[in-house]
């Protein structure tokens, strides 16, 4: 089925489920007779869930697994709910809560996937062949040298016998790739600052999390996955991306920018033109906020910054 025939269904039973005329995600006050409130019944859209998942994926496989998920969206808006489960269909992820998930978002679904989810998606690519990512724990021995030789740059051995207190807190996050030919990418690297530092300034999620107290993001549930995830992301810059994978990110960015991702996920090509320009925007909008960058500072042997500066090396 084409998909501008799926987008103007969805489009269509969208807004009949939310009884407007748009598809807007209006974020309403509680009150206690919503339509959200009694529950979404999922399966009077097997048809058009089927219609947006590849060939590939069963469509009795993603109901099992989102059947599970649906009573914890109960709270969300019903056009919000059927539009993040058409567009973790279209992508081809289980809401499983390993390869994707949907989540409830100040009364809104969002889909998600997880760094699993990107994985599949560059395997799928046929352009990438294996993918290593991993979280350095200060127990752990590594080396990270990026001017040497591939295969020479990083090392990691993981203290896998070690208690979780004697392995210490993770200091940074990587993820690279061999891609289909025999050439690998470079090694993207996150630290833990790093991370906190994306969480703080562009997780909308988390920051209404946080301010509501509730703490139920992702990012406080599953931090050292969104962790991994934002290494991954790094990364995914430095291989080449299939037409599937930057709609993904696009898709992602739509959450965080407040547009429904149904759109993103039908229009993949526009949406990616979009989301680039919003995110130019927003970069050349900050950058009048704040001062000049200070020049970069090498430390060591240009590793990851790690907390503790008086250890040169790890053995």
Known sequence: MALTTLKERVQQRAANV???EDIRHDRVEDTEDTSAGRGHDIEQFRADIEAALPKHVSVDLFL?????????????TPASVLQAVITCARFGLIPDGQQAVITADDRIATFLATYHGYIELMYR????????????????EWEFVPTARVGEDFMHKPNLLASKKDRGEPLFAYA????????RSAVATVTREEAEEIRDEFSRAYQRAEASGKKDSLWHTRFADMHLKTAIRRMAKLVPKSAELR?????EQAAEDGVPQILAALDPETAVLEAEARQAAKEAEASQDRPAPRLAVKRGR????????DKNKRR
């Open 125 to 140: 690519s046929g352009l990438v062949k294996s993918v290593v990512a991993g979280l350095v724990y200060d127990g752990d």
């Open 247 to 251: 709609a993904l990110v696009a898709v």
């Open 18 to 20: 939310a009884g407007t």
């Open 302 to 309: 240009g590793k990851p910054r790690r907390r503790n500066r």
């Open 176 to 183: 690279f790739a061999w891609l289909e030919g025999g050439a």
């Open 64 to 76: 099992a697994a989102l059947r599970p998920v649906l009573p914890k969206l109960r709270a969300c």
